[in-house]
């Protein structure tokens, strides 16, 4: 009868010790793992921009942005996993995709802090001016859309799609075409140009 108690002692013991030590670890992953969202009304900004809206998702290491702004609406997503983004340009009706530069681009884990940060103290589209980046759009069509991942190759599945190369310094001096611009939030401004986007 002693060695049952105990025994049945020992399996409560561990019992409490698994839902406690799971409960916790609940605790600290929720927060790593967590999806969030971001919504920022820009109606009164002068560029008409239109609403904008960013959903993270941490468990996938993606954020997407979307961009209602009527025809000149935009949808990207930003892989963090690969180090790929790509914006569809619902004007355009094409699929850009580039390589992310990381240096300018924030980290997942800063985009929300980013956000808040520039709406709370009111900086909005006044605040200090976003980070650039400014992509030559290859004009092929990209034919294997799988090495850039599934959720880059699910927004462009159909639709044409271009590579796009970051121009460096002595390139933007030179380049004279148009550019189509994407601001993300007051945060990064991404230019796409060539002829791709130019029609």
């Not at 967590?34 to 560029?47: H, K, R, S």
């Not at 996938?60 to 990207?76: E, I, K, L, P, R």
């Not at 945060?187 to 986007?197: A, E, H, L, M, R």
Request: glycine share 8%; aromatic share 10%.
């Amino acid at each position: 009868m002693l060695a049952y108690s105990s025994v049945h002692c020992f399996r409560e013991d561990k019992m409490k010790f698994t839902i406690v030590f799971a409960g916790l670890l609940g605790v600290f992953l929720a927060p790593a793992l967590a999806n969030y969202n971001i919504n920022v009304n820009d109606d009164n900004n002068n560029a008409g921009s239109g609403q904008q809206s960013v959903s993270v998702n941490n468990e996938h290491n993606v954020a997407n942005v979307d961009n209602n702004n009527g025809w000149d609406s935009w949808n990207s997503i930003w892989d963090y996993g690969n180090g790929f983004a790509a914006t569809r340009l619902f004007q355009k009706k094409t699929c850009i995709v580039h390589k992310m530069n990381k240096e300018v681009m924030p980290s997942i884990q800063s985009l929300d802090a980013l956000v808040k940060e520039k709406k709370l103290q009111g900086k909005g589209p006044g605040g200090p001016p976003p980070k650039g980046l400014m992509y030559s759009v290859n004009p092929n069509k990209v034919d294997d859309l799988s090495k850039f991942g599934k959720n880059i190759a699910n927004m462009c599945r159909g639709i044409p799609t271009y590579m796009a190369e970051e121009m460096q310094e002595a390139s933007l001096f030179f380049y004279s075409g148009t550019c189509y611009t994407t601001s993300v939030l007051w945060i990064v401004d991404i230019s796409f140009c060539g002829d791709t986007v130019e029609n």
